[in-house]
């Protein structure tokens, strides 16, 4: 189930949160643990027992941790904590890695049977989060969790299950003892969530057709002029969807009385790749930083050690997001580019106009997105060949005008949404107009967006990789 299907907005959603209002406060953990299996197994079913599973041991390897601390036994809380990790990778690796793995060894020569295992869905969201438990109670940033109920709710908590964002222990382990509702707060998470859906489904969902075009089109028949257009709209369709189902995420945990994170701060309007990378899926950047690059060592190391760091967390960052190697070049390629930003190349873009500092961040996020996308090797390098000029169909043609002129409206709307403009256009208004005006604007969002469910077919979910 995804929150952009007709079930989920008025079926799921209204009977969850009609009973979780009427459920007794004590009780309302369980009866979200309950409702978050069955959002979960509402696609898998069979997975639930995985899911099951890692919140057993991971619930438990939290108490060991805290037993030992308490204990003075360091040595063993560290073990606690390595144990959980191993199997929580191991089982991630399982799932997600291992045909990959076999797929590459039987290219040279060793006989590693391919298993071809369902993804399970959301699983290196919620595996990642899981792992945050553990590493949190060692260090003192959270309490170990008593209450098996309450840890699984944490696991399993629907809104962030299957897309994010990646939120640490720590972050709402308050939360799951005690939060507040107010009707300020609900409605609040109505507006993020419907603003959200819009993203999802009127942009997001849009401006993906033109990209499937492309990325459909033999690549005999490309021309410079679609090569981009296409990864144009590609770059579009991803930071709508992505950022979209994070504020569904957001909206839905406020209506439920939590408060998650923000994770997209409109990343294209970055002037380096570095910032890029502070906007775009902070949750994600985030936990990378806290659980993988400080422990290395971070920024507080000599020059060739931070160059190792950044290399390893990159390469790290880039096969979480799927199990193929284009991933692997996708994260070595931001990888390259922020050590070269670390190393000599900011200094040179902040002597830059601000106008070439964007510049150049869009062209080589645009790029990097023609990697991420295409996973064939030989469909990737005919992509990139036409992106710089080597096009089999030369600079343009007449299909490349035709979706051009037919996507053009679409396509500035989405330019100008994935910009601060809007919001900033909205504070400007008077509160009265705001009070007026807001209350028409998302209704207009929820009908529009439900008429084209109602009526479209293109609604694809982006997340299977992850």
């Known amino acids: 189930m995804v929150f952009s299907s007709l079930y989920f907005l008025f079926l799921y959603l209204p009977i969850v949160l009609l009973i979780y209002y009427i459920t007794p406060l004590k009780w309302r953990n369980l009866f979200l643990l309950v409702v978050n299996l069955v959002f979960y197994g509402w696609g898998e079913p069979v997975y639930i027992l ?92 959270a309490e170990a969790q008593r209450s098996l109920v309450n840890f699984g709710t944490f696991v399993t908590l629907f809104p962030q299950l299957i897309a994010g964002p990646i939120i640490k222990y720590k972050e709402l382990a308050d939360q799951m003892t005690y939060r507040t509702h107010s009707p300020e707060q609900f409605a609040s998470g109505v507006q993020v969530f419907v603003v959200g859906l819009a993203k999802k489904v009127l942009l997001a969902n849009n401006i993906g057709k033109l990209w499937d075009v492309y990325l459909a089109l033999p690549t005999d028949q490309l021309t410079v002029a679609g090569a981009w257009l296409g990864v144009l709209a590609f770059s579009l369709q991803l930071y709508f969807d992505f950022s979209g189902y994070s504020d569904m995420a957001v909206g839905l945990g406020r209506m439920l009385g939590f408060e998650f994170p923000r994770n997209f701060n409109y990343p294209y309007i970055s002037k380096s790749v570095t910032e890029f990378w502070r906007r775009w899926h902070i949750s994600l950047g985030s936990w990378f930083r806290e659980y993988l690059y400080i422990p290395m060592g971070g920024n ?129 208004l008077p509160v009265r107009a705001v009070k007026i005006v807001l209350p028409v604007l998302l209704l207009a969002g929820l009908i529009l967006s439900t008429a084209y469910l109602v009526d479209g077919t293109y609604n694809p979910f982006l997340y299977w990789n992850f």
Not at 92 to 116: C, I, R, S
Not at 325 to 349: C, D, P, Q
Not at 361 to 367: I, N, Q, S, W
């Open 50 to 141: 995985l899911m099951l599973f890692t919140i057993v041991v991971d619930y438990f390897s939290g108490l060991a941790v805290a037993r030992c601390k308490g204990q003075g036994n360091d040595r063993g809380a560290k073990i606690a904590v390595a144990a959980a990790l191993v199997l929580n990778l191991a089982i991630l690796f399982f799932f997600k890695y291992w045909d990959l793995v076999a797929t590459t060894l039987q290219h040279v020569g060793l006989n590693m049977p391919v298993l071809e295992l369902a993804l399970p869905i959301g699983i290196s969201f919620y595996t990642f989060q899981t792992m945050t438990y553990p590493v949190d109670v060692y260090r003192g940033d």
């Open 300 to 428: 507080r190391v000599q020059k060739p050690r931070l160059f190792f760091n950044l290399f390893v967390v990159w390469a790290a960052t880039g096969i979480w997001h799927g199990a193929s190697w284009n991933f692997l070049i996708w994260g070595l390629y931001f990888a390259v580019l922020i050590i070269a930003e670390k190393a000599f190349l900011g200094k040179v873009l902040e002597k830059l106009p601000a106008a070439v500092q964007h510049i150049y961040t869009l062209f080589l996020v645009l790029v990097s997105w023609a990697i991420f996308a295409v996973e064939d090797f030989a469909h990737m390098g005919s992509y990139l060949r036409a992106m710089f000029g080597m096009a089999p169909g030369g600079l343009t043609n007449d299909n490349a005008w035709y979706y051009f002129t037919s996507f053009l409206p679409m396509l500035i709307i989405a330019v100008a949404a994935s910009t601060p403009l809007a919001a900033k256009l909205w504070k400007r």
